[in-house]
């Protein structure tokens, strides 16, 4: 007869073994799916939804947690029952109508934004959004009292857990001291060199073949994975099968390049998860923030090195002609380049942080319910001209209208990309302690680099709490100086 | 409160978005996973198999079965609770070590016949195969005896419901009369004419490209299905998003274009079942024989007729130079050729008769005990002399160890393909009498083809037992003199 705790890990080897189907039905859908089959794919992917968590909620799950906890358990073991018992927690605590509502409210604004963004059309979304913020605070109000935490920390938990808004002030709240006039000074610099623009078109087929000869050098390991086409890349799959998406403009030869780059970073933190806790839930990645760590660490600290930066011109050079705008300097300049802008998703490293406080503050303000829906468009127009000088008035599309995030209700998702960019360069600057980066990232075999990554992070899964795993791997809690530092030494 | 059809038709919407996924990631596994990715997909997969099991077979299922029977139904509904006590009864006859047993003999078998049967080592095969077969009579015994028809006949029904060994005697033992003297006549008048033999490479993506227009030509809808490659060409995926496969060789233009065309005619079938009854039983394909009909009417009654040919010689020459073994007469004489040959899957549609009931002869001798596993080599043999005059002594390779079926216990499975065949050229000799088929063929627009098999065999899905089926279409039971027919008729 298995004891309580063997009864939960063969409970969520079968929730891993179903959510696998899920994974590769999911990248099916968005990679390979012909249109007609949507419609059948969605019944499906809702009915393995549904049974993953009636056996997730079941209440002998509950039962077995209890009295796991009084079983002699090794650290491991302790560590993934607590992994195991968030994921309960999380899914017990909403009831189902609840639930439910969620998904159709948020589906309904999901799929009215894909228009009304276009049509730039705030009034028609507002009262959709208005549903989807008000169903949040429901959640958060639930989430907040199960777990005694404030209503917006509740919902951050979800994706990173460990942090909280007090911390998020302290940390966005220095960058927001140093980085407007970083930016001035940057751009005032950068002006006086003027840059020739590529010009293209750059053919699809040449791009996929310049992407995965980049996937070699950072390690991925195609005997464990795919790169496929999709319309918003992602990285999905599953740890021994991890499948990365990208997207093609002919127009552009970096995007699609960078897009590659940064998903082998997710990549590569998936494939290297503990592999003797495969199916548990301590075998998962860390949280958001320490997955977009990954990313950021492949794409800036990695990815726009000005070393890496003529290797990656060299691998260029193979596939496509010469032209003046892929001269080394130019080239590297580039892809430097720093300009504050309207859009999140097209901002450089140094601006990026600029819009993730600015949805941060809205949307912490939104949940605990200080700001209403109606407040977001001038709020955003009021931090956009103090932060990057630029207005919004009137343009909900490039504005608070631009992202998908709020639509189906992912509060307090936001904030893990400028964690992710803290952390990976302090992960960087740690790494540089120990090695002699630059002449690593000058040979082009960064094998010393991802060992460091493999043990202190990748390697780890859940078996630590964020901020344990951050100290035993540099030393010290998260500290944004570390990003600052980086900033300033690449671009001033 | 749901009655008990009712019931039923939720539990199999459930079983079919469950085959769903178990669909779409076995054709992922095939097309597109990457190896290491093979151990968690079989787990994954496995896991899926032991749910759908345990869903169709609770015996609450049996109560809805037996209350459902006492209800006021449709003869559709009807037809659709007959097929739902069809899977019940085929899942829950076996008892569960049985099946576990059967599945670790066949899957040890399937593998280690990979390796010998490359090196022809038939000692080392027959014990593994011993324990197959052992099994699976063991099956046949307990089927048999839920069914009331003989042990062969209770396998045979798994794959081709109302057909029997008796009606296969009388089928098969008419091929037998005549189909030696067809075959030596064929050769004779063939080698009066040399033929020249196409010179390749062919490129594989031109090949692919050439594909896709003939999959445009018989009506395949890419908005519900894709083409792709695997080791093993299949028709997978689902009603809404059929996924076909074909392997490429450089240097034979043929062999995958044949191939696309016949997974085509599986494609079309699955793309136009019911749309009505999607989820249901009574939606799907209605035999093995009935699905192999399709595909041999695309690649056989329409792909090799001699019009259809010249339209294809045009599609190939947009895609490829032309070569004297592409000259019209070599084009279509060289498709038409006709040689005994050991290997069944590489046999023409005028031999292929004769490896099946010799396969067939041999089975059923075995399931019922009359022969054992150390009589195959010597029977095969004999069988290959009297049929096509060849010697597989001691070439087990190319004799008895050809097929993968038998490894893993698919007996009664091989009579499909000749019963498909017949079916076939049944089909067409009633669409011949209600319309000009050759003119169709000659303008290129099938569709009044394709209306004909719509109306009569796909959309009617299972709603009609087989013979009932074939007798609403052709106006007769299966009648083996069509074949016997459209040989004669496309080869003296």
Known sequence: MPNAYQQLTHRFQRLSRFAHLGAIAGWDMQAMMPPKGAAARGEALAELRLLRHQLLTEPVVGDWIAEAKTLPLSSSEQANLHEITRQYTLATVLPGNLVEAQSLAGSRCEHAWRTLRASNDWASFEPLLKEVVSLAREEATLRAEATGVSRYDALLNLYEPGMNSAKLDTLFGSVKTWLPDLIQEIMARQARYPLVTPQGP??????????????????????????????????????????????????????????????????????????????????????????????????????????????????????????????????????????????????????????????????????????????????????????????????????????????????????????????????????????????????????????????????????????????????????PDHFRQHLITRYL
């Open 202 to 479: 750059f053919s699809t087929s040449l791009q996929r073949e310049t992407g995965l000869d980049v996937m070699k050098v950072l390690g991925f390991d195609f005997e464990a994975g795919r790169l496929d086409i999709s319309a918003h890349p992602f990285c999905g799959g599953v740890p021994d099968d991890v499948r990365i998406t990208t997207r093609y403009s002919e127009d552009d030869l970096f995007s699609a390049l960078f897009g590659v780059i940064h998903e082998t970073g997710h990549a590569r933190y998936e494939q290297n998860l503990p592999r003797e806790w495969r199916g548990q839930p301590v075998a998962e990645a860390r949280s958001m923030g320490i997955h977009e760590s990954q990313s950021l660490f492949f794409e800036m600290q990695v990815g726009r090195h000005p070393l890496f930066l003529k290797q990656l011109r060299t691998l260029v050079l193979q596939h496509f002609p010469q032209q003046p705008a892929l001269e080394e300097d130019n080239f590297i300049a580039w892809n430097h380049r720093v300009t504050p802008g309207l859009i999140r998703v097209d901002a450089d490293e140094v601006t990026y942080p600029a819009h993730v406080i600015l949805r941060y503050e809205i949307e912490r303000a939104l949940v605990e319910g200080n700001i209403e829906v109606g407040d977001i468009p001038d709020l955003w127009n009021e931090k956009m001209q103090a932060s990057l000088g630029l207005s919004t008035q009137n343009n909900y599309r490039d504005g608070c209208m631009q992202d998908i995030h709020w639509t189906d209700g992912s509060f307090g998702y936001f904030p893990t990309y400028t964690l992710g960019a803290m952390y990976a360069a302090q992960f960087m600057a740690t790494i540089r302690q120990k090695m002699d980066t630059d002449e690593i990232i000058h040979t082009g075999d960064l094998t010393p680099v991802f060992n460091w990554l493999n043990s202190n992070i990748w390697n780890k899964g859940s078996l630590l709490a964020t901020d344990e795993l951050v100290k035993q791997a540099t030393g010290e809690s998260l500290n």
